[in-house]
């Protein structure tokens, strides 16, 4: 069976996951965390991807933002691994492919799934054993959507905004609310669409996607569909 082409929109979030070679590291130490947070930042931004938020973790990097093009979000994580790998290798002194495959992604409602991305992101450190508490990881958005860094190179989408009216209001419901939409675990969904590619949200959502794509986004329902009763004789 051929493989589903990806599903790239523009005007639309989407989020993205990259993992190391099973066993392996993406990171060795802070420098590290703190070049490829600088990578990520910069190449979103060359190639019009507004960031919304991100992770960079020792073995993994995970993003949600959304492409002013089709080609927005693939082409920012070319460039991240082209001009990542080989000087990691070099100061790692390995050699051989750093990911584990080709990076992961789907489309997401905004509505319904942005601030549980964009919350399930910004924790993974903590659900890791990382850290206790996400305000103590630097190579993260989290400190921005808080209050407690200000990164002018994100992108806050509309439904952050509409969080509150002044900054401290978002900051403050952003920090509550997060911390109950990490807790709940709500991305169990989120992850395994970003692994099988199959957009995120209702059936209208979903079929507005296909329409625009010329592609299924998403499932066809289990089972053989169900058989139309015979027509009672007259």
């Given at each position: 069976m051929a493989r589903l082409s990806r599903l790239y929109l523009a005007g639309f979030p989407q989020v993205a996951r990259h993992q190391a070679v099973p066993g392996d590291v993406i990171t060795q130490n802070e420098g590290d965390l703190e070049a490829l947070t600088r990578l990520v930042v910069e190449c979103a931004r060359t190639h019009?991807?507004?960031?919304?938020?991100?992770?960079?973790?020792?073995?993994?990097?995970?993003?949600?933002?959304?492409?002013?093009?089709?080609?927005?979000?693939?082409?920012?994580?070319?460039?991240?691994?082209?001009?990542?790998?080989?000087?990691?290798?070099?100061?790692?002194?390995?050699?051989?492919?750093?990911?584990?495959?080709?990076?992961?992604?789907?489309?997401?409602d905004a509505e319904g799934w942005l601030l549980t991305a964009m919350a399930s992101i910004e924790h993974a450190p903590s659900h890791l054993g990382l850290v206790a508490d996400?305000?103590?990881?630097?190579?993260?958005?989290?400190?921005?959507?808080?209050?407690?860094?200000?990164?002018?190179?994100?992108?806050?989408?509309?439904?952050?905004?509409?969080?509150?009216?002044?900054?401290?209001?978002r900051q403050r419901v952003y920090l509550a609310k997060a911390a109950s939409l990490a807790a709940i675990r709500e991305d169990t969904r989120l992850w395994h669409a970003v692994h099988t590619g199959w957009a995120l949200g209702p059936d209208e959502f979903t079929a507005r996607l296909s329409q625009l794509s010329g592609r299924r986004s998403a499932p066809l329902p289990r089972g053989r569909p169900q058989k139309s009763p015979p027509a009672e004789a007259s």
């Open positions: 019009q991807f507004a960031l919304h938020a991100f992770v960079v973790l020792p073995a993994e990097l995970r993003l949600v933002g959304t492409g002013a093009t089709e080609n927005a979000l693939p082409l920012t994580m070319q460039a991240i691994s082209r001009r990542y790998v080989a000087p990691f290798n070099k100061r790692a002194n390995r050699t051989g492919p750093l990911w584990a495959s080709r990076f992961r992604s789907t489309v997401v996400p305000a103590h990881y630097p190579w993260s958005s989290y400190r921005h959507h808080v209050g407690l860094a200000a990164d002018m190179e994100l992108t806050d989408h509309r439904e952050y905004w509409r969080l509150g009216n002044t900054p401290f209001e």
